[in-house]
């Protein structure tokens, strides 16, 4: 097995494609060892102490390492857990897959108006067609809170998550493409 590598625009943040697939549905992040718990990959990674973010996505599993951490040094240390994790057939999650695991940011959505049920639909259909393929590229994903009063709150995860250039992305890509396409659109905020 090979496992490739990609840096990302975040400096912190390195992906790692490990050319099978990662999660079947949705994306899924951790934060802090506590979180990483219900995942032995996860874990695995957390405990080599330079790691302070995780992130698994369709294909490929973003890790985010602590300031002042190395990654010539650290990147063998984090290839070498995913190889065998992946080469042994260990499951991505403790107890089945991960449908029914409660991620937390969900719980934190802003809502939208009912009112405005055509123009959520019109934001939501052009995050998932063209933004978060953009988003995956870079080892991230970005995730919908809700829609009020023409603002559009997004949350990034992942590498795109304390990104330098996150503010730069939210402001000028997301929300140009939005205002464009949905002139309802008046801002874009991080949630």
Not at 87 to 96: E, N, Q, R, Y
Not at 136 to 152: H, M, T
Not at 160 to 175: H, R, V
Request: glycine content about 10%; charged content about 20%.
């Amino acid at each position: 097995m090979f496992i490739e590598t990609e840096t990302t625009p975040n400096p912190a943040t390195m992906k790692f494609l490990p050319g099978r697939q990662v999660m079947a549905d949705g994306t899924r992040e951790f934060t802090d060892p506590e979180a990483a718990e219900i995942s032995p990959l996860a874990s695995a990674l957390f405990s080599l102490g330079d790691v302070t973010g995780v992130f698994y996505g369709s294909s490929f599993v973003s890790v985010t390492a602590a300031p002042g951490s190395d990654w010539p040094t650290l990147k063998p240390q984090v290839v070498a857990v995913l190889l065998d994790h992946f080469v042994s057939g260990a499951p991505l999650f403790t107890g089945g897959d991960a449908a029914g695991i409660a991620v937390p940011d969900e719980l934190d959505d802003i809502g939208d108006d009912p009112a405005d049920a055509d123009v959520v639909a019109q934001i939501k259909d052009l995050i998932e067609t063209r933004v978060r393929p953009a988003v995956a590229g870079d080892g991230g994903d970005i995730i919908y809170r809700g829609f009020r009063e023409g603002i559009v709150y997004l949350t990034m995860q992942g590498a795109c998550a304390g990104c330098p250039s996150s503010t730069a992305t939210l402001k000028q890509g997301i929300e140009g493409l939005l205002k464009h396409y949905v002139p309802e659109v008046a801002e874009v905020r991080a949630a």
